[in-house]
């Protein structure tokens, strides 16, 4: 079974858990989120993904009764937000961008004060903070002052910390920003055992890698606009075309090369800060063939499929010419 037939088969068994409408969130005369709209289904992974200030964390904090949305409707856990917050904040596991762990308490403390909030007796609170400090790999850091960890297990504390209450829905807002590659392989695995374990995932993410690889579906996001959605394949199938030739050279080539790649490709784009470009296209060797005829030098070519990292920045990004 392919990647993304298991996670069709995994999502829309459980009905909607969250369900935006018309979802609006102003501060002042700013509008940072402008009336978007988006359901999950109960055991799915769903990524907002969109550049800093697209909204996400507005949106976020609204999702975990943080915030009050100025426009629209908001269900979270078949629970109107506005009206049972309480209840929301109770049945649901939180993830902030910022770090707020109290830093001054040891590892375990933190799991045991925030238990308290959700009036669980001490026993089972003090046993779900050793399994979620073994699941989470700080059981040898239970003792350590919160102060003393490293970026990646602050973070992994924080996952733990959002499960003391062994909510159905987490909230995730850029769970490895900052994260070294090793530690955020460590969180993604942490991620997918609980989206194993049937729990439903909200996530946000800049990491186009991330979403691809832990999201059944997503949002893109823009300046308070949802912009494109769809599961990864359907977004990367819609948005750019299956294969990219990726080509370096001094300017001077790219120049003459521009016009051969933008007649035989599909689309072309600039790449990036490295002076280069992309076509896009379902037949590579005809542009090879193409560039061949021209003589144009050619430094270095990378033939690569398409992304999701391609349709964010197609979508979101520089366009040259389409
Ligand atoms: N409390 C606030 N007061 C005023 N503006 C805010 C506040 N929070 C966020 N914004 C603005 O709203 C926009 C969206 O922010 P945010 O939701 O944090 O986006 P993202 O998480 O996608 O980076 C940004 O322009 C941000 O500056
Ligand atoms: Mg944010």
Redesign the pocket.
Known sequence: MGAETRRKSRGRTGGSTLSGRGLR?S??D?E??KGVDFEVYAGECFG?L????????????MIYAA?VPTGGELSVVGLDVIRHDREVKRRIGVVP?ENNLDEGLKVRENLLVYGRYFDLPRKLVLQRADELLDFVQLTEKAEAKVESLSGGMKRRLLIARALVNDPDLVVL??PTTGLDPQARHLVWDKLRELAREGKTLIL?T?YMEEAARLCDRLVI?EG?DIIARGSPGELVREHVSPQVLEFRSDPASLTALRPILEEAADSVEEGGSVEALLAFTRDADAIMERVRESGIKVENIVHRGSGLEDVFMRLTGRRLAD
């Open positions: 969130k501060y002042g700013f940072a989120v907002f969109g550049p800093n200030g697209a909204g996400k964390t507005s949106t976020m904090k915030a961008q807002d850029e946000t800049h996001m308070g």
